[in-house]
């Protein structure tokens, strides 16, 4: 009977041992949960400073080709060293309504660029792997979460049947928004549906004219036409709701009507040819917390992009570094807590709370506002210098109020003088 109970003691020590190798063997000082733009920007900080243990998952293959196009502005690609993963530079904006009312702005220099998201995607991710001390699982979906009040080790349950366990979660899901649901956390209120095109046999008038559409006729979120060169551009609309779901058969008929009858861009794409389509949802508007204990939120899922002209790229870059300069602060003092995480919220508020906190509310009314409401707005912003312009898309800052008073004055005359006209 003692032999017995002995062995029976034996063997569940053994199992203990095992439990706790096993642990060892799959437990990472930080996971990243999702591995675009966002994801990767936080786990590049993460390995160029520390050694810490990391692990990336992403549900599909990192670098999805079928994300729609970013554009972003010189000086970014420059800072996060993304040169390869240009495809045009441009040095003419117009912003255009479907009435054809229409601001165009000239630069000497190139003042923005559109990239290539599969390129981004593989360029960072060389460079985190080159790094070393990460894992990438790709094709792996996080389906559940286990947080313990007593031990300071989150448990997160894969689709491949096993379990990590880790100090920090980075959630940068996008629009699946992992954490929230996981901690019973409402979703956002507004969410932008594009849908897009790739495509090739274009007649492009002005290869270094990017062109951003206003108005409701082809959806409320807007559109947009990036040229690679005279023969290939990107061209898409997107449509903004309240709900996270929103069937793309309608965004993809805005398209196909844009593409047909949208004057002048309907001739220089009469003839072209679908090479693929690109579509996503992007919410926009931010939470009121990226912390949530040991887990933070970044990218899309904490609803980052400029909630003013939908900008993905840099907010995602950006917040990527601010999220991953507190993980090495904390995991250089051994302090994976709530206090010392909550560092991101700071710092990102300090950059960006203000901005974003009044675009969001102006956004709210403008997205659902008359068109001729929409064609005001681009009369309004043609009033403007092109160094305003630029203000205005980078950080939704108008001009100085004695600047802003002439802009307004001649704004208000030309108004005027189309009424009297027509």
């Not at 599969?118 to 996080?142: P, S, Y």
């Not at 995602?316 to 909550?342: H, P």
Request: proline share 3%.
């Amino acid at each position: 009977m003692a032999l017995e109970l002995l062995s029976r003691r034996c063997a569940l020590l053994a199992q203990i041992a095992f439990e706790i190798r096993r642990v060892a063997l799959e437990k990472y000082d930080i996971v990243i949960i999702g591995g675009g733009i966002a994801g990767l920007s936080t786990a590049l900080h993460i390995r160029r400073n520390v050694n810490a243990r990391l692990l990336l998952i992403d549900k599909g293959v990192i670098g999805d080709s079928t994300k729609t196009s970013p554009s972003t502005f010189p000086d970014v690609v420059a800072r996060f060293n993304l040169f390869d993963a240009v495809l045009q530079k441009y040095t003419r904006f117009t912003y255009r309504s479907p009435t054809g009312v229409t601001a165009s702005f000239e630069y000497e220099n190139p003042l923005f660029v559109t990239l290539d998201y599969q390129k981004i995607c593989n360029i960072m991710l060389n460079r985190i792997r080159k790094a070393g001390n990460t894992e990438v699982l790709e094709k792996t979906e996080a389906v559940g979460l286990e947080a313990s009040k007593s031990v300071s080790t989150l448990k997160l349950i894969l689709s491949n049947s096993t379990n990590v366990w880790c100090n920090v979660l980075v959630d940068a899901s996008g629009s699946n928004f992992f954490a929230l649901r996981q901690l019973g956390i409402g979703l956002l209120s507004l969410y932008s549906h594009a849908y897009g095109e790739f495509l090739e046999g274009c007649k492009i008038e002005d290869p270094k004219e990017m062109c951003v559409f206003a108005g409701m006729k082809y959806g409320n979120g807007g559109g947009w036409l990036y040229p690679i060169d005279t023969n290939t551009a990107r061209f898409g609309f997107a449509t903004v709701t309240r709900s996270h779901f929103y069937p793309r058969s309608i965004v993809e008929r805005n398209f196909s009507e844009a593409i047909r009858n949208f004057y002048p861009y309907n001739e220089m794409l009469a003839d072209s040819k679908r090479k693929r389509s690109e579509f996503g949802t992007i919410p926009i508007e931010p939470l009121k917390k990226f912390v949530y204990g040991q887990i933070m939120i970044v990218g899309d899922a904490a609803g980052q992009a400029t909630p003013w002209y939908n900008e993905g790229v840099r907010p995602a870059l950006e917040s990527g570094e601010i999220c991953g300069k507190t993980i090495v602060g904390a995991y250089e003092k051994g302090r994976f807590n709530k206090a010392w995480l909550k560092e991101y919220q700071r710092l990102w508020n300090a950059k960006n709370g203000k901005s974003y906190s009044r675009a969001t509310r102006a956004r709210f009314k403008a997205q659902f506002r008359t068109q001729e409401q929409w064609d005001d707005s681009v009369r309004n912003q043609a009033s403007l210098t092109p160094d305003e312009m630029i203000a205005k898309i980078r950080y939704d800052k108008w001009p100085s109020f004695r600047s802003n008073v002439v802009s307004r004055y001649w704004h208000n005359l030309r108004n005027l003088i189309n009424k009297l006209n027509m």
